[in-house]
């Protein structure tokens, strides 16, 4: 019986797949999952016969239904709820850096810097969006930097495709030290008692040389396809874009907010949520933006109501997806029965086989936590691998293969359509690219973790 | 996926979106055709990438250096095709296919939709190749047709505009080592370092300047911008023109009495 529910449960995991590469609506697909998860083994529970099997799962199996309902379709999204926070903070730090122009200052001063040289100012530029990213985290943000930086890129000729694949990278090599986006990652390694299994000292410990790594490789795919042939277009842009490009002029002291949260997170351990908070009146006071107590209340309830908004699109999906994940907890019996003997044990043959496998992490496949990822790593959860070496693992495909390079990502969405790079152009450049990403730090990470 | 893109891309494109006031296209059309180059040379440096660094006074010099850069290449050009025979009669089209034929530029048409939030009318790619986007062409045509503007662009031919806008990049590549809007430079660092800069923006100032003179227009070029933008998303076509306006110096506010409809 095990056998064939866990038969069931892969042949869901495929249906989702199929879904999410149809272009179906992720959130409700998940949630229908979550139910599939849910039911599925819980229908095994009562029907297993299998002695051994009984005994070696004996937690899991013992589940009550009512138990088992509260753990996926209650406490998953309370247990998110933290990190549901962060992402609103983060969101509003992002608000702050547009409405004070400091991000629209920086992208200017690296633009005079580089001027016409295409290769030159698009990696400055590259590096200027990843050190936003460390920080700042949201779709709002990321449109609203994009609608700055890409027009500048193509009036310097450098082709969409190339254009757009090289931001969205930046984007996704902040991402690797984002204090936001490890919250969310943080969620997939909590002890019994809900402590943190996965600090972000641990985070950082790797992430910092992902980050590196990712930039160096979106350096070299500058260096060498802008060499193809150079594009002038006559088009037209929004007037919003214009104006957010030009923005407020920012005093040089203000330029180093973006790192701040993550330096002050770093070095002196602030939490996340205070350094967000210190960010965003660095940049208010060094920008001049506080005039009064009535006009900075009104101010900082505006960028708050609209970095609530910006991040308004992922809150259902944030919400939605820990059911799964929970759900995926109860299904890790079935999946080790069946899969049990085709997974690999050994730590070094892991880190190949997710490093060769990296694009499944793409249209929220197997090796994404944003995605049918849950369930893999409930299952290599089983095998007892330790957080420091398991985190990364599904951490790095689900970094670069999914927030940086995938069509289903929301932002890389706008991102394709704003540059009208067709989805093609855009995979064929990314799925490259973010795959030598993935090879390179899976096996760093080996190296760095998974050879005790 | 391209449902699940273009729901999600509507999503974070609607949260970006600026309510503008909307503007009847006949006026919008008159104001346009009615401004000098200089005046939308003023707003084609929005977009040039190092506008911050020049003075007011330095940008109108540039204006003038570029556009006269455009009015030249093209009597050169002109003179060069008709081997010095007056050709101020001979049709448009005819001209650009031979110099599109001198330059050895392949020119394609595609029909694919290219709007957005960035909409694309043509564009060349170096060395030889320029696409004409007829998807915003078609759109016009019906515009103009829709709206009743035939008698403001009577012998207009919309695609060689777009042509010879795209031939002068053509025309630049060619003669990039002497024609002005390639080897005017502007210094970035400061001394002893040093990166000097082209400013990308005086190209398509001239761009515009030798469309205009190859295709005998009363009008500028760039006023297309506002017109081609109307056909895919006309709140920002509104919002363009107001910011083409006040770039020539003439902002859309109460004192002109000009009340949007």
């Known amino acids: 019986m095990e056998y064939v529910i866990g038969i069931l449960l892969l042949l869901s995991f495929f249906g989702l797949v199929y879904y999410a590469v149809r272009g179906g609506n992720l959130m409700m697909g998940i949630f229908v999952m979550a139910i599939i998860w849910t039911v599925l083994?819980?229908?095994?529970?009562?029907?297993?016969?299998?002695?051994?099997?009984?005994?070696?799962?004996?937690?899991?199996?013992?589940?009550?239904?009512?138990?088992a309902l509260t753990k996926v379709f209650q406490s998953g999204p309370e247990g998110w709820g933290s990190t549901l926070v962060n992402v609103i903070f983060g969101a509003w730090f992002g608000r702050v850096l547009m409405k004070t122009g400091i991000a629209s200052t920086l992208i200017r001063k690296v633009t005079e810097l580089g001027g016409d040289k295409p290769q030159i100012t698009c990696?400055?530029?590259?590096?200027?969006?990843?050190?936003?990213?460390?920080?700042?985290?949201?779709?709002?943000?990321?449109?609203?930097?994009?609608?700055?930086?890409?027009?500048?890129?193509?009036s310097l000729g450098i082709p969409k495709t190339l254009a757009t694949c090289a931001f969205m990278m930046s984007v996704g090599a902040g991402m690797f030290v984002n204090p936001v986006l490890y919250q969310q990652f943080s969620a997939f390694f909590l002890g019994e008692g809900g402590e943190r299994l996965y600090t972000y000292e641990m985070h950082t410990s790797w992430g910092i040389y992902a980050l590196l790594v990712q930039v160096a490789v979106v350096i070299v795919m500058v260096l060498l396809l802008s060499r193809k042939k150079k594009i002038h277009a006559w088009g037209a842009v929004t007037p919003a874009d214009i104006r957010a490009r030009r923005g407020e002029s920012a005093p040089g002291i203000a330029l180093i907010t973006p790192v701040l949260p993550v330096i002050l997170l770093i070095l002196f351990k602030v939490p996340i949520i205070l350094g967000f908070t210190i960010g965003s009146f660095y940049a208010y006071i060094t920008c001049r933006q506080i005039k009064g107590w009535a006009q900075m209340c009104r101010m900082i309830n505006k960028d708050f109501f609209d970095g609530v908004v910006d991040t308004a699109p992922l809150v259902g999906f944030l919400l939605i997806l820990p059911m799964f994940n929970k759900s995926s907890e109860l299904c890790v019996p079935y999946f080790n029965a069946l899969l049990g003997g085709v997974i690999?044990?050994?730590?070094?043959?892991?880190?190949?086989?997710?490093?060769?496998?990296?694009?499944?992490?793409?249209?929220?496949?197997?090796?994404?936590?944003?995605?049918?990822?849950?369930?893999?790593?409930?299952?290599?959860?089983?095998?007892?691998?330790?957080?420091?070496?398991?985190?990364?693992?599904?951490?790095?495909?689900?970094?670069?293969?999914?927030?940086?390079?995938?069509?289903?990502?929301?932002?890389?969405?706008?991102?394709?359509?704003?540059?009208?790079?067709?989805?093609?152009?855009?995979?064929?450049?990314?799925?490259?690219?973010?795959?030598?990403?993935?090879?390179?730090?899976?096996?760093?990470?080996?190296?760095?973790?998974?050879?005790? | 996926?391209?449902?699940?893109?273009?729901?999600?891309?509507?999503?974070?494109?609607?949260?970006?979106?600026?309510?503008?006031?909307?503007?009847?296209?006949?006026?919008?059309?008159?104001?346009?055709?009615?401004?000098?180059?200089?005046?939308?040379?003023?707003?084609?440096?929005?977009?040039?990438?190092?506008?911050?660094?020049?003075?007011?006074?330095?940008?109108?010099?540039?204006?003038?250096?570029?556009?006269?850069?455009?009015?030249?290449?093209?009597?050169?050009?002109?003179?060069?095709?008709?081997?010095?025979?007056?050709?101020?009669?001979?049709?448009?089209?005819?001209?650009?296919?031979?110099?599109?034929?001198?330059?050895?530029?392949?020119?394609?048409?595609?029909?694919?939709?290219?709007?957005?939030?960035?909409?694309?009318?043509?564009?060349?790619?170096?060395?030889?190749?320029?696409?004409?986007?007829?998807?915003?062409?078609?759109?016009?045509?019906?515009?103009?047709?829709?709206?009743?503007?035939?008698?403001?662009?009577?012998?207009?031919?919309?695609?060689?505009?777009?042509?010879?806008?795209?031939?002068?990049?053509?025309?630049?590549?060619?003669?990039?080592?002497?024609?002005?809007?390639?080897?005017?430079?502007?210094?970035?660092?400061?001394?002893?370092?040093?990166?000097?800069?082209?400013?990308?923006?005086?190209?398509?100032?001239?761009?515009?300047?030798?469309?205009?003179?190859?295709?005998?227009?009363?009008?500028?070029?760039?006023a297309l911008d506002v017109l081609l933008m109307y056909s895919y998303h006309a709140d920002a076509a509104c919002a363009l023109y107001e910011e083409i306006m006040a770039a020539a110096g003439l902002p859309l506010t109460q004192e002109t009495g000009e009340e949007p409809c």
């Open chain 1, 344 to 452: 690999p044990n050994n730590t070094l043959i892991l880190s190949i086989v997710f490093a060769v496998l990296a694009p499944l992490g793409m249209f929220r496949g197997p090796l994404t936590l944003f995605g049918c990822g849950a369930a893999t790593l409930g299952i290599l959860k089983g095998f007892g691998f330790a957080p420091a070496f398991l985190a990364p693992l599904i951490i790095i495909p689900s970094t670069v293969m999914n927030v940086s390079c995938c069509v289903t990502q929301s932002w890389i969405v706008w991102g394709v359509n704003y540059t009208k790079t067709t989805t093609k152009e855009f995979l064929k450049v990314s799925l490259v690219a973010g795959w030598i990403v993935c090879i390179i730090v899976q096996l760093m990470c080996w190296f760095m973790f998974g050879r005790a």
């Open chain 2, 1 to 222: 996926m391209i449902k699940l893109r273009e729901t999600l891309a509507r999503r974070l494109n609607r949260t970006q979106e600026v309510r503008h006031k909307s503007w009847p296209v006949r006026e919008m059309v008159e104001q346009l055709t009615a401004l000098s180059d200089a005046q939308f040379g003023q707003y084609a440096f929005l977009h040039e990438p190092l506008e911050g660094k020049f003075s007011a006074a330095q940008k109108e010099q540039y204006i003038q250096a570029a556009n006269r850069c455009g009015q030249e290449t093209a009597a050169s050009w002109e003179a060069r095709l008709s081997g010095g025979a007056d050709c101020s009669e001979s049709q448009p089209s005819r001209l650009l296919t031979k110099l599109a034929g001198q330059l050895g530029v392949t020119v394609q048409d595609e029909t694919v939709p290219i709007g957005g939030g960035h909409v694309l009318f043509a564009q060349f790619v170096e060395p030889n190749r320029i696409t004409i986007f007829r998807d915003c062409l078609e759109r016009l045509d019906l515009l103009i047709r829709d709206e009743g503007l035939e008698d403001l662009f009577e012998g207009v031919d919309f695609r060689s505009v777009l042509l010879a806008h795209e031939l002068f990049h053509a025309v630049e590549f060619a003669q990039k080592d002497r024609i002005y809007t390639q080897t005017e430079k502007v210094e970035l660092w400061r001394k002893p370092f040093s990166n000097k800069s082209r400013i990308l923006v005086l190209s398509e100032i001239a761009a515009m300047a030798f469309a205009k003179a190859l295709c005998r227009l009363s009008f500028s070029p760039y």
């Open chain 1, 123 to 154: 990696i400055l530029l590259c590096i200027v969006t990843t050190a936003c990213f460390s920080s700042v985290f949201g779709a709002g943000a990321v449109v609203a930097i994009g609608v700055i930086i890409l027009p500048i890129f193509l």
């Open chain 1, 41 to 67: 083994p819980m229908l095994g529970n009562m029907l297993v016969k299998n002695p051994e099997f009984i005994a070696a799962n004996a937690d899991t199996i013992g589940i009550s239904w009512k138990d």
